[in-house]
């Protein structure tokens, strides 16, 4: 059962050939077995698991299941989830049970799935590597060198090990698309305010937006289908209908308009991970799309813009863990700023304390001008070259990451390098649009993935485009090969 | 050397909305230690602010009230420090773009001279929580039931040149705060609390002078002392040879001083930038028309209208429109008392506001309302009782709930106009006091009032006084 | 080199971060290669182009003047490191 899609496993659950509680006692000793070694997940909720299941099994007994009741998943960290711990992977939230939950968490526990546990991912979703996490690296389950990327490295390999049907993820410069595009999985970044970040602990206010990682188009159908809609608790949430994903799939894409930008297709990329996104290209040109180059001129800004306008945000966004109210308290602390720097100093990791350092080093008196502002007015070059793009295409493709993934601790030493592997992922953040990334092959037994934009709230088009794709390929089929642990 | 004093005040009017400026929690006063602090006001993880509506509409009335500009775009942003009352490690507040921009006002000084200060900005932010310093072994306790309370700073242009232009300042903005309906202020619950950056420089100097920035005042009193004294403190020290440094001081009123709190120039970078959590808060035409169209009679207004329309003087329909709620008493009074404008006046201003302070209450909770107060004063005015009489029953109706018909009903206390009545106990003093007679028929006058006296003793007070001057006059 | 030892010390006062004394080198170079990636959005001028703070550049949503929330006192202090008599506590704050 944990090589198949949520659609899969939907059917199997209606159709009564499982029940929901063998499914998630499956995965619980999936999770027990292969976890030992992968490392995705931080805390796994087995009592309520099972308990949430056996309530599903009567929801289907009663006929009133909807389409992901009784359907086991797992949350990234970095949503609150009542009663549970919610850590962010981090050393200061590590004993912080969330007293609320997200809205994206409730309105799926409204659908009815099944909460497995929390998935590791980097400290606060700062990091590409999955490596900055205080429970410590995720592995990826394609090759247990290489890293599964970042952030939310653990929900795309519990999808990928198929230790969960699907999982919640973030993604404030990629950290949805590139950990799927590195193992093999689906990953959708919705446009910003689709999905409330209400109780989704805020990394960059301005970038963050919650999605999926699942095993296929379809299922992040599914998946986007419970999350999304407007949340009164949330300013920046988007009062807009949801339309019916699934049933958008199948359109045609006789006509479609796809553009290349070539700055995603220059130096840098690696070519046997551009010839997996060209053999992609024919199938969409065999599907009926027209394939045009476009031009995103400001691209290479995207990193440098980023990281003024993250770190700034997540500066003032992660001075509420003080030590006073919740979370981390450094051991007798001696005076008000000693509880301060040593809970701080001792609760947070280095890249954390590297970002908030670097934020409040571009706000700070003199310097705003020539860095935050400047940033955000570069931030409207880039957007704008993305809707002078959409004037003359439907959807913009291109690689999600320029490599496959590497090898754990390779690009530790250096946070440039370890930043560059979000170069095709930030921009679309700073913009806001809806991406999602899809398995388009392997190099080296490593998988690669092929990013699809869209414009503003063209989520259904998105899915659309990159089923069709799904229906004639199976990249997204494929599943790592693992080894039981003991 | 002739110094000129320059302030500016920094106001901070708490606008009485029912829930907080960003959550649902209630901002109710003397709620036990942080049961009013929900998951919003803690800055708990994950938690974002939403804007309650009501502080928009407060915003904009203070703003058409003194003839400010709205901004149709304004913005928040965060301001960064660490204080274990700031829950998120920043406050929301306005910067670069406050919902009220340039507005002035007019105040009156004591002698009657009025001048314009300008109102540089208002902006609207949260408060933060409380520190309690008492001891809990050696820690200080955190209350944040106040976090997050809506508060409209206001800022002023350094037009101010003394204490007392200070005090009439302040005093104005707080009868408009409480005329607009946003603000009670309350200064004692902190509702109304101001900060003060005062400076001096030689008479004709252009240049300002270092400032130093007095916080949190919380009386009429003490800002006068405190500039005062402050002022008093940079003189000397600048006579001496000293330097004035750029800082914020405590007023402590029981030692009556200013002393430094922490240098400016070492520790304050707050980083301000656009809080992401919020969009702009944009307001247009129809909106700010709406706002004007529920502005209700402003202070300077209403009371030109009291001169005009109640022939009242400048100084009593200063005292009566000093507040909304003590003007609205007395229309009420002067309806009840079918006009008698000018008894109203004087009964309120003098017995009533006299009661008021002596029990601690404000009109809002008078023991005395307007309609049995005005049924009094009716009496007064047709001759029923007596101006000394009236405060025999003034006093009754404060005491209990009779109307004042009852009270002289069933005391016995009207008046008597029965001249035959009044002629026969004058002529019973006059055979009494055949020596006083005498003396004032050889030209004592004044013994005149001993004879008036004599009347109303014998009479209980009840005699109508105008009779009886009449009568004695005649007989003696 | 844009920030030396002494200004990461002071941008980690301001963040109130403890940093290690012998952190700090690396902290500062790592800062630095950071400011140096950044410092090429000097490449071109932007002056007249308006900041953009939010890819959705739409207004402010208003609350309603209600109170929605209940104490939940206890059930939040469970997370609190140090209370008593319903207070948060730390170390003694000096005005």
């Given amino acids: 059962m944990h090589t198949q899609t949520l659609a899969q496993i939907s059917a199997a659950l209606h159709a009564k050939k499982i029940s929901s509680e063998e499914l998630t006692r499956d995965y619980l000793t999936r999770i027990k077995s292969f976890d030992g070694s992968i490392n995705a997940y931080i805390t796994v909720t087995e009592e309520e698991a099972i308990a949430n299941a056996q309530r599903a099994d009567k929801l289907f007994a009663k006929g009133e299941a909807g389409a992901l009741t009784g359907v086991p998943i797992a949350h990234k960290d970095i949503f ?35 909460s497995l546990g929390k998935t590791n991912m980097d400290e606060f979703a700062m990091g590409s590597s999955n490596e900055t996490s205080f429970y410590g690296a995720v592995k990826n389950p394609w090759a247990l060198e290489a890293v599964p990327g970042g952030s939310s490295g653990g929900s795309a390999a519990v999808v990928a090990a198929g230790l969960a049907a699907a999982a919640t993820g973030t993604d404030t410069g990629g950290s949805i698309r590139q950990p799927a595009a590195l193992t093999g999985v689906t990953g959708l970044k919705p446009t910003y305010g689709r999905v409330s970040r209400y109780g989704m602990i805020a990394f960059a206010s301005s970038l963050d937006q919650g999605g999926s990682l699942t095993r296929s188009a379809e299922d992040a159908a599914m998946m986007l289908q419970a999350m999304a809609g407007f949340d009164a608790k949330d300013s920046t949430s988007i009062d807009k209908p949801v339309p019916d994903y699934s049933a958008e799939l199948n359109h045609s894409l006789q006509g479609l308009r796809i553009g290349l930008p070539k700055e995603y297709f220059s130096e840098g990329l690696a070519a046997e ?36 306008i993250a770190p700034a945000e997540c500066s003032a966004n992660l001075s509420r863990f003080d030590g006073v109210r919740f979370g981390y308290r450094c051991k007798d602390p001696v005076d008000l700023e000693d509880l301060y720097k040593r809970s701080r100093g001792e609760g947070f990791g280095t890249e954390v304390k590297r970002r908030i350092m670097m934020g409040a080093y571009v706000l700070s008196a003199g310097y705003y001008d020539a860095y935050y502002l400047k940033a955000q007015r570069i931030r409207r070059l880039i957007r704008d070259d993305f809707l002078q793009a959409f004037k003359n295409v439907d959807v913009i493709l291109g690689p999600t990451t ?38 388009v092959g392997f190099v080296g037994g490593r998988p690669v993935g092929m990013q699809l934009i869209g414009g503003l709230f063209e989520e259904a088009r998105l899915l659309n485009v990159a089923h069709k794709f799904q229906m004639e390929t199976d990249w997204h089929l494929q599943t790592p090969i693992l080894k039981a642990d003991q | 050397m002739q110094w000129e004093v320059v302030i500016g005040l920094e106001i901070h009017a708490q606008l009485n909305t029912k829930s907080k400026i960003f ?80 507005g002035s006002i007019e105040i009156e000084l004591e002698d009657g001279t009025r001048k314009i200060i300008g109102v540089t900005r208002a902006h609207l932010e949260e408060d933060a929580g409380k520190s309690l310093h008492e001891d809990f072994h050696g820690m200080t306790g955190i209350d944040l039931n106040r976090a997050g309370t809506p508060l409209l700073e206001i800022v002023s242009e350094p037009d101010m040149r ?6 009439a300042y302040m005093k104005k903005i707080h009868s408009l705060v409480q005329y607009l309906g946003i603000c009670d202020g309350n200064m004692a619950e902190g509702s109304f609390r101001c900060d003060a950056n005062v400076s001096i420089r030689p008479q004709g100097q252009k240049e300002l002078g270092t400032r130093t920035e007095l916080k949190n005042i919380n009386s009429f009193r003490f800002v006068e002392r405190a500039i005062n004294y402050e002022v008093q403190r940079q003189i000397e020290l600048i006579e001496e040879g000293g330097k004035i440094t750029q ?31 919020l969009l702009p808060v944009v307001i247009d035409d129809g909106y700010l028309d709406a706002c004007r169209a529920t502005l209700p009679e402003l202070p300077d207004a209403k009371r030109q209208r009291f001169i005009d329309e109640y022939a009242l003087s400048v100084d009593d329909a200063g005292v009566l429109t000093s507040s909304r709620d003590l003007a609205a008493y007395f229309e009420a009074t002067v309806v009840a008392a079918k006009g008698e404008t000018k008894l109203a006046a004087n009964w309120i201003m003098g017995e009533v506001i006299g009661g008021l302070n002596k029990s601690g209450l404000d009109i809002t909770n008078s023991p005395l309302s307007a309609e049995r107060l005005g049924g009094m004063l009716i009496r007064i005015a047709d001759d029923t009782i007596s101006g000394k009489i009236a405060k025999q029953v003034f006093e ?42 005498e003396q004032y028929r050889a030209g004592k006058d004044k013994l005149f009032g001993f004879f008036v006296g004599q009347v109303m003793k014998a009479m209980q007070g009840k005699a109508n006084p105008a009779q009886v001057n009449e009568i004695l006059k005649k007989k003696l | 080199m844009v920030l030396d030892s002494d200004k990461v010390k002071k941008i980690a006062h301001l963040a109130r971060l403890g940093i290690k004394e012998e952190d700090i080198p690396g902290y500062a170079q790592d800062l630095n290669k950071i400011l140096g990636l950044v410092e090429n959005m000097s490449a071109i001028k932007t002056e007249a182009i308006l900041p953009l703070a939010h890819p959705m550049e739409v207004a402010q949503r208003l609350r309603a003047d209600v109170v929605t929330e209940v104490d939940q006192r206890v059930h939040f202090q469970k997370n609190a490191p140090a209370v008593e008599a319903g207070l948060y506590l730390v170390p003694k704050v000096i005005e």
């Avoid at chain 1, 969330?98 to 009815?112: E, H, Q």
């Avoid at chain 1, 010839?275 to 045009?292: F, M, P, S």
């Avoid at chain 2, 003394?162 to 005090?167: I, K």
Wanted: overall charge negative; proline content about 6%.
């Fill in chain 2, 396 to 437: 009754a109706l404060w005491q209990s709930d009779e109307e004042a018909d009852a009270i002289i009903e069933s005391r016995g206390l009207k008046q008597v106009t029965d001249s035959g009545a009044i002629e026969k106990v004058i002529d019973e003093i006059i055979a009494n006091n055949s020596g006083q007679v």
């Fill in chain 1, 80 to 114: 609150c989830t009542q009663g549970v711990r919610t850590s962010c992977a981090s050393k200061m939230l590590d004993n912080f049970i969330a007293p609320y939950n997200a809205t994206c968490v409730a309105k799926l526990a409204d659908a009815g799935v099944v």
């Fill in chain 2, 247 to 277: 800082e914020t001081r405590l007023y402590d009123a029981d030692a009556h001083e200013t002393r430094s709190m922490r240098s400016k120039e070492e520790a304050m970078d707050y980083r301000y930038f656009p809080d992401p959590d």
């Fill in chain 1, 273 to 308: 991970v551009e010839q997996c996104v060209q053999d992609a290209i024919t199938h969409y040109r065999k599907l009926g799309a027209e394939v045009v180059e476009v031009s995103l001129p400001h691209t290479d800004l995207a990193i440098p813009v980023y990281y003024v």
């Fill in chain 2, 23 to 102: 959550s649902g929690a209630s901002t109710a006063y003397g709620a036990a230690p942080n049961t009013q602090a929900c998951e919003v006001d803690l800055g708990l993880p994950g938690v974002l602010p939403v804007l309650n509506e009501e502080v928009v509409r407060m915003a904009a009335l203070f703003a058409l009230a003194i003839d400010a500009n709205v901004s149709r775009h304004s913005v928040f942003a965060r301001k960064n420090y660490f204080y274990p009352d700031l829950p998120k490690g920043y406050q929301i507040s306005q910067f670069e773009r406050p919902i009220v921009e340039t």
């Fill in chain 1, 402 to 439: 320029p490599t496959p993934a590497f090898n754990l601790a390779e690009k530790q030493k250096d946070p440039i390098t370890m930043y560059f592997s979000d170069i095709y992922t930030i921009a679309v953040n700073l913009a806001g649009l809806p991406a999602i990334s899809v398995p």
């Fill in chain 2, 162 to 167: 003394s204490a007392q232009e200070a005090v």
